[in-house]
């Protein structure tokens, strides 16, 4: 999280400033930034209730100055949209758990193919709370985009059981049994796309298995393609089902890559179709490459 009051004025006419400040807003709200002292009261209740904290409003009321060690570490946590203590428990309630950097790179490349007027659609595969498309639904309002769609491709029951060997393999058992943090509803992610003032036609949404909606999805053309299944079966069949929509100038932007089974997906792909983009690492779990012509 940046420090406060890291944000400048941009120079530019009163439009320009007002749709910078608006992005810049829009970004906070995403990662929670906004909300950042509730975070952290919310887990002082919760240990207190759970008996590992004695309750006090001095505490509840002025949670940085009694907690020190607990907003380090949550600052740190959020920056790089990794779970506070490593734990899937305590991934808190924002809307995105990209953290500062994926974000920015998304906003990066959803500019520049607006700048570049590289036509297609937006996607994000595995979307989770909806924080990424919300920005990227955002954005487009705020460059006054009127053509573009933003897709939201999930389950919206979580994570599949584990099919494909990779997988069972490598034995992440991501599914909802295991992480029912991690299943949001599609109700709840229209809840959020609302919240925002960005639920209209210009998102559409794709509930289910990737392997049973993306490639019967009536999407023509892509300009940003974002992957974010995290293991090797989700990233191969949004790959396979997606990828030759994506144009040339566009992106395809990939998280998780931490999973040794999600980064096989992507190398095996790369090999197989003779990718010799350059991939661009972005942080700890991110990557991109620039598709070429």
């Known amino acids: 999280m940046p420090n406060e009051g890291w944000f400048r004025s941009p120079g530019g006419d009163a439009q320009t400033r007002a749709r910078e400040r608006y992005i ?32 006090s409003p001095d505490v509840l009321y002025d949670i940085r100055q009694h907690e020190p060690e607990e907003v380090a570490k949550r600052i740190a946590a959020d920056e790089i949209g990794f779970p506070q203590d490593a734990n899937l428990e305590n991934l808190g309630f924002p809307h995105s758990m990209l953290g500062r ?45 009127g053509e573009r769609v933003v897709w939201a491709a999930d389950s919206f029951e979580g994570l599949p059981q584990n099919t494909h060997p990779e997988d069972v393999a490598f034995g992440l058992d991501l599914s909802r049994v295991r992480c029912p943090m991690l299943a949001v509803t599609l109700e709840t992610v229209k ?14 949404f794709l509930p289910g298995w990737f392997k049973d909606t993306l490639a019967a999805a009536p999407i023509e053309r892509l300009s940003i393609l974002r992957l974010d299944g995290d293991i090797y079966e989700s990233t191969m069949d949004a790959l396979h089902a997606l990828y030759d929509k994506l144009v040339p100038g566009g992106f395809l932007i990939v998280d998780d890559l931490f999973v040794p ?33």
Not at 263 to 290: C, H, L, S
């Open 101 to 145: 950097k994926r974000l920015e790179n998304l906003e990066w490349c959803a500019r520049t193919v607006l700048a570049e007027n590289i036509p297609g659609d937006f996607i994000e595969c595995g979307i989770w709370r909806g924080g990424a498309v919300v920005f990227l639904r955002g954005l487009l309002e705020a460059f006054e985009d």
């Open 261 to 293: 089974t999600c980064k096989q997906a992507i190398q095996e792909f790369r090999a197989e179709r003779g990718i010799t983009e350059p991939m661009v690492t972005i942080d700890w779990t991110g990557a991109y490459w620039r598709k070429g012509g």
């Open 24 to 55: 810049d807003l829009l970004k906070r709200s995403v990662l929670d930034e906004l909300y950042y002292d509730n975070e952290l009261r919310i887990r002082y209740l919760l240990q207190c209730v759970a008996g590992r904290a004695a309750y």
């Open 191 to 204: 809840r959020t796309f609302s919240a925002y003032g960005l639920l209209d036609d210009r998102v559409r």
